[in-house]
């Protein structure tokens, strides 16, 4: 298990890297205005949708009922071509209604503004068609337990918008804005090379060929998989999602905002984003195979056991990594972004926003490990009616904030409603099992740990402050 889980977080961290020094560059030649706003906002559907397919939503529905399959590749290609279609036509639906799509998803933007984005949102979202082609294999990936390749193939993405940025520097801002669109897609289909060479690699061609040669065999049965499957499809994506809508709602909300506010909380929530996929996501991503199979076996002393491995470990680097990021929020946004077009104030903005963002990686990282428990055994109807309640103090916590504090309000509520989907989380996975892991020896490490960390951050902190 561990040595997936670091070959994820390894490929994880490769990918955020190189995300971070594509932030930093867009950050310098773009800064923090209308131009780049519109950017966040035309990628924000196909960047939100990847999150949801890439970071484990599909796979946590797909792989339980492929697992369950008798016939498994005519399961495959059955679900890949209903949901290839649905994606396409949703697709064509964009380029015929971009301004409608770019309203819907920047609502307080201005007609001016909303007509310069309308052809950059219908650009981006091509990118939705690569992303689910990408995840389809990856998912199948996943069950022959290969992680690499899905882990390292961001970086593919990042690696095309980084030379979009370095060939478009000297051209106009609303040039960049178009450069940075081409790289979204040239990354996509990188992206989706890499998964369809790693498949072949595997002998997963022949079962994807296998599917479409008998498509129409055996429909009774697969029909019976696929109803099992889109039951679960849905709540699995709704329930695996809080914090991607979260983000896209405070978004939505920041296009109220003074100009800047959207690029604030995105390069916060980059920030943010970081130890949650390279700690949690890629935990749970590597665990939920071997859950699966286990609770498909009735094997559940492994599976807890494999549960309370992964609960310590992950506890333990969300800790250290939330306290670390709340303390020194202000020099990891001075270290990563204020040069260039970026200036001061748009970095102490930034950190603020940031120290809002971190107080919530603790319960959405846990959520996400408990959760597994409830997908492997098929109860993700329940994972999204826990989703919902946490969904819904977000908006009503929003609301609330965004006019005292502006856009650190809707930071804060978003850490709030994690704390709800993590209380309600507890109460699905089982509170008596929950209190027996935690009131084991490692708390009080893990405590003892935290206030040491807080102590020599302090220290350090006030080190920088004296002395550079």
Do not use: C
């Amino acid at each position: 298990m561990f040595k997936s889980i670091v070959t994820n977080s390894i490929g994880i961290l490769f990918s955020r890297i190189l995300g971070f020094i594509r932030d930093l560059l867009t950050a310098s030649i773009l800064g923090a205005n209308i131009y780049s706003d519109i950017f966040f906002i035309a990628f924000k559907l196909p960047n939100l949708f990847r999150r949801i397919f890439a970071e484990g939503a599909f796979a946590q529905s797909f792989i339980p009922s492929f697992t369950a399959a008798k016939h498994k590749s005519i399961f495959a290609v059955h679900v890949f071509v209903l949901f290839f279609f649905i994606i396409f036509l949703l697709t064509m639906l964009i380029q015929l209604f971009p301004y409608a799509a770019a309203k819907s998803i920047a609502l307080g933007f201005d007609e001016k503004t909303l007509e310069l984005a309308a052809p950059f949102v219908s650009l981006n979202f091509y990118y939705l068609l690569l992303i689910f082609a990408v995840s389809f294999l990856s998912a199948l990936l996943q069950y022959k337990e290969h992680f690499a390749t899905t882990a390292f193939s961001t970086g593919l993405l990042n690696i095309s918008m980084i030379s979009a940025l370095l060939l478009s520097q000297d051209k106009d801002s609303q040039d960049i804005v178009y450069y940075l669109s081409i790289g979204v897609l040239v990354g996509g289909f990188l992206q989706f090379i890499s998964h369809l060479a790693m498949a072949k690699k595997k002998g997963l061609f022949k079962l994807i060929l296998g599917g479409f040669k008998h498509f129409n065999s055996h429909k009774e049965e697969v029909s019976k998989d696929r109803s099992r499957f889109r039951s679960s499809f849905l709540p699995a994506i709704w329930g695996n999602s809080t914090a991607q809508f979260a983000a896209f709602l405070d978004t939505w909300l920041a296009t109220f905002l003074v100009s800047g506010s959207i690029s604030y909380l995105y390069y916060a929530n980059r920030i943010f984003q970081l130890p949650l996929a390279l700690f949690a996501i890629a935990t749970s991503v590597a665990l939920f195979p071997r859950i699966s199979k286990y609770i498909r076996h009735n094997k559940k002393e492994e599976a807890d056991k494999a549960f309370f491995t992964a609960f310590w470990f992950l506890a333990s680097l969300l800790t250290l990594s939330m306290i670390g990021g709340f303390i020194l929020s202000s020099e990891i946004i001075w270290l990563l972004f204020e040069r260039g077009a970026f200036s001061a104030i748009d970095s102490q903005n930034t950190s603020t926003i940031l120290q809002m963002y971190m107080l919530g990686l603790f319960p959405f990282g846990i959520s996400k490990l408990l959760s597994l428990k409830l997908y492997a055994e098929h109860r993700q109807g329940e994972a999204a009616k826990i989703a919902t309640y946490s969904l819904a103090g977000n908006i009503v916590l929003s609301l609330a904030l965004i006019t005292p504090f502006g856009a650190m309000g809707l930071a804060l509520a978003s850490s709030l409603s994690g704390f709800i989907l993590f209380i309600y989380t507890i109460k699905a996975y089982g509170l008596e099992r929950f209190l027996a892991i935690i009131s084991h020896k490692n708390a009080l490490w893990l405590l003892l740990s935290s206030l040491a960390l807080v102590l020599i951050l302090i220290l350090f902190k006030e080190f920088i402050h004296d002395y550079l």
